[in-house]
């Protein structure tokens, strides 16, 4: 593409520098408006500017991207809602062996949920249950964090769905789901154990201390407000205990086996039979006032007898009703994991990924049978608006022309036929998606990359994609601006309750540099064309 006439390109360059500052910088203090309005605010600026068209505006707006990403949104949302993450947090701790093996769990963990479940949305649940954890067995949370973040970054790699990033390669490539995974699925399972070995050697010294004063246990899962209601003298009131014996008390008639009518009758008969023997002996006018006291008290056990019969069936039909209850949220969640799986074998098939994960998404909403208000309004929607913001202005500034300059100077050096080649390719991308962000830095270098490889052969056209994906990915490890998922699990163990930890900037550089540079070279030597 030829450069753009001096104005647009200036105009052009001024408004993504605004994208930029605010995508990268969302409070910076002249203009504190965050990343979603500042998407917004680049994509105006491309039209006011006249760099691009309001239809070419449009048009650069990609609906399956945003399909995709909205319909694996709704789909996390009902797995956290089924308490799919509750369980993976429950498997930090299945009997943990130590502080190196909660760390390698840490890694495993979260580098599958990831895969499968957006990095993100991992972050966002298994922060605060990695955090109790390491309270509970003592430890310090600092490289169980990295671990956490880290791992998610290395592990959503392996999927189209595992990060924003790799939904724009998957929809732009259309390289099917299948080929996909198995094409990265090496190198990230190899960057997992590089990456957890990285993580050991750093903290070898701080997991091996054993600290004398222990927490009391912690419990890693959220309390659930279940109330069963079990019939069992030991939970009885004090009163209901009285009724009892006063039952015992009436009912001991019924010793004989010829005795059968109800306990009205029975206490009766028991009533009038003392009469008998009273009048053979009083037979002044106090005997009637001591049968009647003693009607009166038979009807008094009859009555207490009769409210204890009526509570224990009342205890009895809500036990049942909880039992009911029970089944019904295990059939739902039953429902849940299936219609995901289902989800996930589509996309294995090759069906088209958007609308798989809208279908799945709406079959979660019927399956609940409820108002899904609630649900849709925990979707991101400033994200898919900031998507569409960022359509518009990177899709401005690719008019410039600048894009297309500095590719027509890098291209001759960034061969993927050649290893150095590829590994200029990869500085390239590495050093652009921590300075412009990684999502940018594909929709600026996907096509482009793309169809340079596609001049050697069909087979590196894909390579190149993947390659793209996998840096990209992992090069959000190297700073804690890096990627969404550090900062979300940066801010979410500060702002955790009784658990709060502040994982400062340098202390995750001192981690990241060696291990986004290590697990990359290792990664790239294992992807599959």
């Not at 999927?159 to 724009?168: A, K, M, S, W």
């Not at 208000?373 to 401005?396: A, D, I, N, Q, W």
Request: hydrophobic content about 50%.
């Amino acid at each position: 593409m030829a450069m753009a006439p001096t104005v647009k390109v200036v105009l052009g360059s001024f408004a993504f520098a605004v994208f930029w500052v605010l995508a990268v910088f969302p409070a910076v203090p002249f203009m504190p408006i965050g990343r979603t309005a500042g998407s917004l605010l680049g994509a105006m600026l491309m039209v006011l500017f006249q760099v691009i068209t309001p239809d070419q505006a449009y048009d650069s707006i990609d609906l399956p991207i945003l399909g995709l990403l909205f319909g694996t949104m709704v789909v996390s949302v009902y797995l956290e809602r089924a308490d799919m993450f509750k369980y993976l947090g429950k498997l930090l701790a299945w009997k943990s062996q130590g502080s190196k093996d909660l760390l390698c769990r840490i890694c495993l963990i979260s580098a599958i949920s990831s895969a499968f479940f957006t990095n993100d949305t991992s972050c966002v649940v298994l922060t605060e249950f990695v955090l109790k954890i390491a309270r509970q067995q003592n430890l310090p949370p600092h490289p169980f964090l990295l671990a956490l973040a880290s791992s998610a970054n290395i592990g959503s790699a392996a999927t189209p769905i595992g990060n924003p990033q790799n939904l724009v390669i998957a929809v732009q490539s259309k390289i099917p789901f299948g080929e996909f995974l198995f094409g990265i699925v090496s190198a990230m399972v190899v960057g997992i154990c590089v990456n957890a070995v990285i993580l050991l050697c750093m903290f070898w010294k701080v997991l091996s201390v054993q600290k004398d004063e222990e927490e009391p246990p912690v419990d890693v899962t959220p309390k659930e407000n279940v109330n069963f209601h079990r019939f069992s003298p030991a939970t009885m009131s004090h009163q209901n205990s009285h009724e009892l014996d006063a039952i015992m008390e009436a009912t001991s008639v019924h010793s004989s086996p010829g005795v059968n009518g109800n306990i009205d009758n029975t206490l009766r008969n028991r009533a009038i039979s003392g009469e008998d023997e009273d009048s053979n002996g009083l037979k002044d006018a106090t005997d009637n006032g001591s049968l009647q006291k003693r009607d009166e008290r038979v009807i008094s056990r009859v009555s207490s007898m009769n409210r204890l019969s009526n509570a224990i069936s009342d205890l009895g039909l809500e036990e049942i009703e909880e039992k009911s209850a029970k089944w019904k949220i295990v059939l739902w969640k039953t429902g849940v994991y299936l219609i995901t799986i289902g989800m996930l074998v589509s996309f294995l098939v090759g069906l088209n990924m958007s609308w798989t994960a809208i279908t799945a998404a709406l079959a979660l909403v019927v399956l609940d049978f409820k108002d899904a208000r609630p649900c849709l309004e925990k979707v991101s929607y400033s994200l898919l608006v900031f998507f569409c913001g960022m359509f518009v202005t990177v899709e401005g500034f690719n008019r410039t022309g600048i894009p297309s300059a500095v590719w027509d100077f890098m291209e001759p050096l960034a061969q993927i036929d050649h290893v150095s080649g590829v590994a200029i390719l990869a500085i390239v991308i590495v050093l652009l998606s921590n300075l412009a962000s990684n999502v940018p830095t594909v929709l600026l270098l996907g096509a482009r990359v793309a169809a340079a490889a596609a001049t050697i052969s069909p087979e590196k056209e894909k390579k190149a994609w993947l390659i793209l994906a996998w840096v990209s990915t992992v090069a959000g490890n190297l700073s804690l601006l890096g990627s969404a998922a550090n900062l979300i699990v940066c801010e979410q163990a500060r702002r955790a309750q009784h658990f709060g930890y502040n994982l400062t900037f340098w202390a995750h550089l001192k981690f990241g540099v060696p291990s986004t540079i290590i697990v990359t070279a290792i990664g790239l030597l294992l992807i599959r064309d």
